[in-house]
């Protein structure tokens, strides 16, 4: 089902607008592509600028006198994808006992959901992708109770750069509480990189000048009117300013002073927050998945300022200090180990810690809940990936949907 209207033309880079009006039936038994993702090949079946669908499963005896919690779940994909915005839903309402209605949906990453610049505050909006999975939330609000949900008692949960968008609604508008949901659910909350937009001017020019819109009079027009083809083979991750390698999370979100006020860590130190209970939580070897295969410790150094443009020598001497060579992994290089262990734990592990240690402090003790998951599975053990990230996605949706089929 829409929950917003296509963002497609002057809707580009705009905050999403309420769904166009239809009328007769429409058959939504079947899911609709999720966002383009950075680096995809057009044309597929799969992915979508028009991509702005929510999903939604509750018990067949559901009415709208059932008021059942509601779990709504946002995927991750470090902003640059959709990593899977159409799990299916079905085995954990039936294994909840019929006794909660399950929401997921699709919101916009790479360029089209977090392009920045001073322009797109002008002409536009910035972090539509966050934009989109409130207006997501306020589609729940306005008619989940059809479905036999209750309004009142949402639930949001997120993995990874879902986990992190989590994180950025408990602190949105500077803590702002809109009624949205009650709660918030966390795996390894991702905190990116987390730039000014003044930044990212720099991101924008050469998105701009390989779209071929760059000197136009109104550049983020010429953008709207180009051909997704065109845009789409700009949407693509190039190094920093001075760096060789390109980080593995080019396009997130921006400190716009508005919807994100400041750095998320500062918010939540000054207390912020929604206060709502939380869930927050990691895997043993965050890392694994995406630290570079290290041979020594320069190449620790170079991933790290890759992906972390302001660390200087001194900050990644730092690093290799605290992370020094570590018992060998299959399958990898000598300093993987330091590699993941050290990005794991500034990306995720920390965060999700931090969190928690500051809610339980600023809020409520009895409201806040820490896990971490060390599971070894024979597969990633060979590998050489210990217990890696959001390796538990199959335990809590079920094995087969974990998915987009």
């Not at 033309?9 to 166009?20: E, I, Q």
């Not at 306005?142 to 750069?161: C, L, R, Y």
């Not at 928690?356 to 024979?378: D, G």
Request: charge should be negative; glycine fraction near 8%; proline fraction near 7%.
């Amino acid at each position: 089902m829409r929950y917003a209207a296509p963002p497609l033309g002057d809707l580009r880079f705009r905050a999403p607008s309420d769904p166009l009006k239809t009328s007769g039936v429409k058959n939504a038994t079947s899911f609709q592509a999720i966002c383009l993702a950075t680096d995809t090949e057009l044309p597929t079946t799969t992915q979508s600028e028009d991509c702005l669908f929510v999903n939604v499963w509750g018990p067949a005896s559901a009415t709208s006198k059932s008021k059942l919690p509601v779990w709504v779940f946002i995927t991750g994909g470090g902003y640059t994808a959709n990593s899977n915005a159409n799990y299916n839903g079905s085995t954990v309402v039936a294994d909840s006992g019929q006794s909660i209605v399950m929401v997921n949906f699709a919101y916009r990453v790479g360029s089209f959901g977090f392009l920045a610049s001073e322009k797109v505050r002008e002409n536009g909006d910035l972090n539509v992708g966050l934009l989109d999975q409130r207006m997501a939330l306020k589609w729940v609000q306005q008619h989940i109770e059809q479905f036999g949900g209750d309004p009142s008692h949402v639930v949001i949960h997120g993995d990874s750069a879902g986990a992190g968008s989590v994180a950025l609604h408990l602190t949105a508008y500077g803590g702002r509480d809109d009624g949205l949901f009650v709660g918030g659910i966390g795996e390894s909350v991702f905190f990116p990189a987390q730039p000014q937009v003044c930044e990212l001017e720099w991101q924008f020019s050469r998105y701009v000048n390989d779209t071929g819109c760059a000197g136009s009079p109104d550049e983020l027009m010429c953008l709207r009117s180009k051909d997704l083809t065109v845009l789409q083979e700009a949407n693509i991750a190039t190094p920093f300013p001075g760096r060789t390698a390109a980080p593995l999370f080019y396009w997130t979100p921006t400190i716009d002073g508005e919807l994100i006020q400041d750095y998320p860590y500062r918010l939540i130190e000054q207390g912020k927050f929604v206060k709502v209970p939380i869930i927050f939580g990691d895997d043993t070897n965050e890392g694994t998945y995406f630290a570079t295969n290290a041979s020594t410790p320069a190449d620790v150094a170079s991933f790290f300022q890759d992906n972390y443009p302001h660390l200087t020598s001194t900050d990644t001497d730092a690093i290799n200090s605290q992370y020094p060579l570590m018992a060998p992994l299959p399958e990898h290089a000598a300093y993987f180990p330091s590699a993941a262990a050290a990005y794991g734990e500034t990306t995720f592990t920390c965060v999700g810690n931090y969190i928690s240690q500051k809610f339980a402090t600023m809020h409520n003790p009895h409201k806040v809940w820490n896990y971490r998951v060390n599971i070894l599975q024979p597969e990633d053990v060979t590998a050489g990936l210990g217990v890696p990230h959001v390796s538990e996605m199959p335990a809590i949706f079920g094995l087969g949907n974990a998915n987009d089929d």
